[in-house]
């Protein structure tokens, strides 16, 4: 039960005519008690991409931000942490930093 969660903020939020950036950054700020510059990336974001994470908590805790989001028309989801950059696409080198693809071309002849 003490397992990290995500909050993400889904981009379906913004469907409804009332539902706006600012409307659903000052929420996240309330609710979240999330610095309103962040609020507001992340709500851009949500809107542009489709999705963004709003951050980690136990399940318990996110449950309830959540619930404390959707009074408020917003659109989220709590799902199980994730950590990625497990996957061999994903590797990282000797020195724990994200590998590139960009300086791993191979020129095939």
């Not at 724990?96 to 095939?108: I, L, P, T």
């Amino acid at each position: 039960m003490d397992d990290p969660f995500h909050i993400l903020l889904m981009g379906s939020t913004f469907e409804k005519p009332k539902v706006s950036v600012p409307y659903v950054s000052s929420a996240l700020n309330y609710v979240l008690a999330m610095p309103i510059g962040e609020a507001k990336e992340l709500s851009q974001f949500a809107q542009d991409e489709g999705m963004s994470c709003l951050g980690t908590w136990s399940r318990e805790e996110c449950l309830e931000k959540g619930k404390q989001l959707q009074v408020r028309d917003i659109v989220c989801r709590v799902v199980p942490f994730c950590e990625g950059g497990q996957r061999g696409w994903q590797a990282k080198d000797a020195d724990g930093a994200k590998s590139s693809n960009a300086n791993n071309n191979n020129n095939f002849a």
